[in-house]
């Protein structure tokens, strides 16, 4: 299996951080960044639990893959690189307290005379450790290093066609989801049963295409937890009269579709809980609606600010950002964050997840959009209502 | 819910830690690592796609959980902190390229006036960026910094009572999910469609304990893909004469119990495949008769290597490593690596996962067993025989 897209595809999203290292300067790049790694070589393997990375040179070759011996078989399998840029590290390097992987990189980089020009490090990205970072610098004296935090995870946010039908074949697995989650959630059932119901549609996919797992698992909050996001299941059983907060999301080869509904218990949910939702509600429908190539990140924000202005409700954290491909721990690129300051201008083929999540003490209310930008607009790549859903 | 331990297990932990600090000089520890966070103070969320720490001072009070605002209420319900040392960050720090939460971080510490002393950090953990690093660097001028890489990974190597309890119970998961899969993989069966029932075992667990979400999501080899291991799953049917690798593990509040094994589909496994099988099996059994107190690490892998000596079967990575309480991306505890040079003495409540997975070009195979260091041997985490299982 070659890598999943075409060689084109391949070809041109290396060709387009080529550009982005060219326009800093940059004459290597070293790319830990799981998601990044897999999107300029399409290689995917639970094995970023140990070093690896992706090196892509200026104006050399097709990247290299180098990582633990172990994983190589699994490089070749993934990825559409040749036999002599798949290179692996004995096994003693693995969590060893006297050498660290980054030697081995660095003996690799000077192996191609490429440890004189400017090398590009993703500074703040999990997965690549301080230590990393130190063991290059100590190894490659004569390189200078420049910090390429995010840069192939920008390239990432335009899709190309290929992309975008995955992120919709992620969608249709997550309206299977979040029905999943809503047959499951009944008063008297465990939380972890209707977590395990989800596991099972997001895995099992749809008839005509397979589920991966997501990069963040079942987020349930039930009860007293609906006054935070981030927390998972527990062994409880839903009361009568509960609120639940499902984040969630399908996946497809690696991108996502995330999906975040909130399911009422009873007939007759708590004003503070509807008052909510309809306000939520409006203020996501006015962001969505300036939704288009042209306009800023920041504008998408303040119509939904000034959508819920009237209103009680206020929301002091970003209310979407960028999604894609990725790996645990985010589903996120961490590129566009929606909120004032964010200048970036919309194009077709970003995708955006707006979640406006608000937390009160005493209840919270979730609800999403993930919308692809289109030529003139914004579509869903689901098809799920917009609403707090009552099961009494 | 303040954390799921007793308050004197919470406080036995941060004492334990405190020594080593003291051992190596250091006044500050600043734990990211999402486990050691856990290990502390009871935190659990998935929160760790943003920075966060746990601080905790030599000689002042209880730890401090640092994180971002929507998550200090995830910290208020699961931790036993008071109040005051619950601190959260302004949402606009989030994936900002003009501030850093751990400048955030370095105004705490600078408010409690521990910036003077020697501050310890996780130099090589996932979780802790190079841009964290230099972020407390900058801030912090008159600190002095020194690794302390796996400090609190290494407090967590001895398990307590309840603890070991809790593995337990995971192993208990452990039996059904690898019924789940055995059942679950036959020829015709879509790879996904397995991964499914494996992760539903997984997430709903016994009738009595609530399943969690083990660290590593089912790796699942099938066909060709047996030459590797953390490959997952495809859309791919399972085919006639196909072996599967399984590593997988239940997990109860966070605990794990891996658990590997090889399924062949099919009456007539290749004889390469059963010979593996018997050598290995073989050698499992030796490195496993010399596990107890006293013993090094190096020598359980010695008696391995010894076992196998009369064979073609070559290991050359290490056959195992410490497991229990984790995170994505690892349920092991990178402390432990048993292999030549790991001189850690054994002690009764350590956890050792055995996995010498051997992975040729024509097929893999693997089996494990995860172990509990006893007072005078050791004893199985769970109940599951050690073979090649052929299913025809």
Known sequence: ????FSREEYQSRVQKTREKMAGRGIDLLVVCQPANMNYLTGYDGWSFYVHQCVLLHQDQGEPMWLGRGMDANGARLTTYLAEDNIR????????STVKHPMEFVADVIKEKGWDKGVIGVEMDQFYFTHSAYAALEKSLPQAKFSDANALVNWVRVVKSEAEVEFIRRAGLISEKVMDAAKNAINVGVRECDAAAAVAHAQYSGT????????????????????????????????????????ELSGAYRRYHAPIARTIFLGENPPRLLTDTANVVLEGLDKALETIKPGVTVEEVEEAWRKGIA??????????????????????????????????TVLEPNMMLHLIPGIWYDEVGFEVDASVQVTSDGYEHVYDYPLELIIKD
Do not use: C
Request: overall charge negative.
């Open 1 to 4: 299996m070659p890598g999943v």
């Open 88 to 95: 692996e590290y004995a096994d003693d390097y693995v969590q």
């Open 207 to 246: 008839e005509d295409y397979a589920g991966d797992y997501p990069a963040i698992v079942p987020l349930m909050m039930a009860g007293e937890a609906t006054k935070t996001p981030h927390l998972t299941w527990t062994e409880k059983v839903y009361q009568e009269n509960e609120a639940v907060l499902l």
């Open 310 to 343: 009237h209103s009680t409700v206020v929301k002091e954290s970003r209310i979407g950002y960028s999604f894609g491909l990725n790996y645990p721990p985010d589903w996120g690129e961490q590129t566009i964050s929606i909120r004032p300051g964010d200048k």
